[in-house]
């Protein structure tokens, strides 16, 4: 072999041999020093051929067999998603989440069996930009299961082996999660992986009813203000369809009824929002003595499984609620006259009108032309607030109800 023959080194597999791979002799010896290999593509055993180019000929030689194995961990990479990809699931969302441990040339690393790779919730979007949302909705974003998983051989799974997930994201909202590689004791090793995740609202499962009204409290026989959320099985407000949803009392005893239905109201949320409002639903055949008052009921909010006619209903949700007496009639009210209040108070507006049951309609004419209107009672006289019914007063006539 001469002084200044070629040599040159290759793979005897289809791997890339990195480095500077063809170099001149010196004194028939040659030295290759920066040869790696990185891409190992599942192999282990490698050996090279190095082939010389003399002047007489070609001639070639190999190496013994040795073996390459990954470098240190430097990547995690879902199993299921592409890079950069978005997870998009329904609430209830359960992740489907596996990860393979790879080394920074792209190599699958598998001497970090019992480590631990940890789901942690890194930020939080509403899907509503209304102040308040969570708050609105008594919603608190959160992981739920058990969101360590440990490494088995080059891969770690959150579930079971059965491809039960065990790691679900119950509220709907814009996500980014952070999936976090430690040791077995539980020392972090500088890995992790970024993951982003949408989750929408799952299908209506029930209703959520708020503070009846009015503001001054439900009266029996009278319009009650009730107002629902439709909410899918993890409390997300169900923001996708028009829902329909039925009112009823929930023993039947008495009729709860919007003049149209005999057998309960029914509503729809409004556009493709989650909330609705009965505003004119009224219990009915309850009785008209006070002394029967406060009085309770129940009452039964339920989504409407048939079109139509909302017979079939699913959901329900029983909510008490606590009535008072309802108007049975009116009296009239006494009123200091305007100048003598300002005489005594230096306002002719600061002495209040007065209720005054004595007053017999006989005689109110006399007392309503300078007086406000008549106003409503129970049967025990005392004054109803009533938003639904009103006395009108003719002069010359006896008022009527």
């Known amino acids: 072999i001469g002084s200044a023959d070629r040599y040159e080194v290759e793979l005897t597999t289809s791997r890339t041999l990195n480095g500077t791979v063809s170099r001149t002799g010196s004194g028939g010896q040659v030295r290759f020093t920066d040869l790696t290999i990185l891409d190992l593509g599942g192999e282990t055993s490698f050996q090279l051929r190095i082939t010389v180019y003399p002047e007489l000929g070609e001639m070639e030689a190999f190496s013994q067999i040795f073996t390459v194995t990954h470098a240190a961990v430097a990547q995690l990479r879902p199993d299921t998603l592409l890079p950069g990809e978005t997870l998009t699931l329904r609430s209830p ?74 790691v679900e994201i119950p509220i709907v909202g814009d996500y980014i999660l952070t999936l976090v590689l430690s040791s077995s004791s539980g020392t972090p090793l500088g890995v992790s992986l970024s993951l982003s995740a949408t989750i929408t609202c799952g299908d209506a499962a029930t209703v959520h009813v708020g503070t009846i009204g009015p503001a001054w409290g439900p009266i029996a026989w009278e319009p009650l203000v009730v107002p629902l959320t439709v909410v899918d099985a993890r409390a997300n407000p169900v923001t996708t369809t028009v829902t329909e949803v039925r009112l009823s009392t929930a023993t039947g005893a008495e009729v709860l009824t919007d003049g149209t239905d005999e057998l309960g109201c029914r509503t729809t949320t409004q556009g493709t929002g ?81 209720p005054d049951m004595t007053i017999a309609p006989q005689d109110a004419d006399e007392y309503f032309k300078a007086q406000p209107a008549p106003i409503l009672i129970d049967s025990r006289g005392i004054r109803v607030p009533s938003s639904y019914l009103s006395v009108t007063v003719s002069m010359g006539e006896l008022s009527s109800l």
């Open 93 to 166: 969302a359960l992740l489907p989440l596996s990860v393979t441990l790879y080394d920074a040339f792209g190599n699958i690393v598998t001497d970090q069996h019992g480590s631990l790779v940890t789901l942690v919730l890194d930020s939080y979007t509403p899907p509503s930009e209304e102040p308040g949302y969570l708050e609105m909705y008594s919603l608190e974003p959160r992981l739920d299961g058990d969101a360590e998983a440990e490494v088995s051989g080059s891969k770690a799974a959150f579930g079971s082996a059965a491809g039960q997930a065990s």
């Open 274 to 354: 989650a909330n609705a409002v009965f505003s004119k639903c009224r219990a009915t055949r309850l009785p008209r003595d006070a002394a029967q008052y406060p009085l309770s009921r129940t009452l039964r909010a339920s989504l409407c499984t048939a079109g139509g006619g909302c017979v079939g209903t699913a959901g329900s949700v029983d909510v008490v609620v606590s009535l008072t007496a309802p108007a049975v009639g009116f009296a009239y009210q006494w009123c200091t006259d305007p100048e003598v209040c300002f005489a005594e108070t230096g306002d002719s507006e600061a002495c209040p009108c007065v």
